[in-house]
């Protein structure tokens, strides 16, 4: 396929935090990238409905102007066993409490002033031109606006700057740059709300496709790794006439 039609989202927002699923309490780092699950679930909001996971794809392309730690409150509501000796004070005369709630002090990392450039199948990306929820980026409070939604077609690369991105893991041998890290790749429905995961490279600093400027930051050709979910937007060109590489994305693997 010489060329995928699909339509380009971008989403702003002033304030954004992606959780460590494993931390819990004391601390709650970012990621520096949204992780698949939250893409999808993002997209569920403009939808309204869950994308069909079997079906869905992304890429992406993600920056921010700093980081910073802030103390938060967590309030932790814990159920009361029916042996709980606490009553409150009612009208109608002491009633026995079912719930304790606690306040826990927390650092939370996050990140300011987000964009989100998202690549999506046409029929969802559409949606986002009158998404059915609030438009959040993160966790429920971070509110974000939709700036840009327009059809554009990727194009195979000749030569491509691929930064501000997530790639997978089995590309590791072609690119020295990134942190590898695990993420939340698909989440389900409720009530089960199963969670998988899978690594991938978070990739900030830029490596070229196709010929490096210096030599220093290629992406290689590796004998072995299958790279046809590489494509680029050749509307967003760098100054050296580089296209925005866009890695595709699925969150379950073709059957």
């Known amino acids: 396929m010489a060329a995928l039609p699909v339509t380009r989202v971008t989403v702003r927002a002033p304030i954004t935090s992606f959780r460590h699923p494993f931390f819990v309490v004391g601390s709650q780092p970012s990621f520096d990238i949204p992780p698949p ?3 999808h679930g993002h997209c569920a909001s403009a939808l309204g409905r869950w994308p069909d996971p079997r079906t869905f794809f992304f890429g992406i392309h993600f920056t921010f102007r700093s980081k910073v730690r802030d103390r938060e409150h967590q309030h932790i509501t814990s159920a009361l066993g029916p042996k709980a000796k606490t009553f409150v004070a009612t009208p109608a005369g002491p009633l026995r409490a079912t719930t304790e709630i606690t306040v826990q002090p927390v650092l939370r990392e996050m990140l300011f002033d987000a964009t989100m450039t998202l690549y999506l199948d046409p029929a969802v990306g559409e949606a986002f031109r009158a998404p059915v929820f609030p438009m959040a980026l993160g966790r429920s409070q971070d509110l974000a606006e939709v700036v840009d939604v327009r059809p554009v077609s990727l194009e195979r690369p000749a030569r491509a700057r691929i930064e501000h991105t997530l790639l997978p893991r089995l590309v590791r041998p072609c690119v020295r740059f990134g942190a590898t890290v695990l993420l939340t790749r ?8 199963r969670a998988t995961f ?41 100054d050296e006439g580089f296209a925005r590489g866009v890695w595709i994305h699925r969150l379950q693997d073709p059957s």
């Open 37 to 39: 699950s939250t893409v």
């Open 186 to 193: 698909h989440v389900s429905e409720p009530p089960e709300r």
């Open 198 to 238: 899978a690594q991938y490279i978070v990739l900030h600093e830029p490596v070229f496709f196709g010929g490096d400027p210096d030599g220093s930051r290629t992406f290689d050709r590796v004998e072995g790794i299958d790279i046809d979910d590489l494509w680029c937007d050749p509307t967003a060109l760098d």
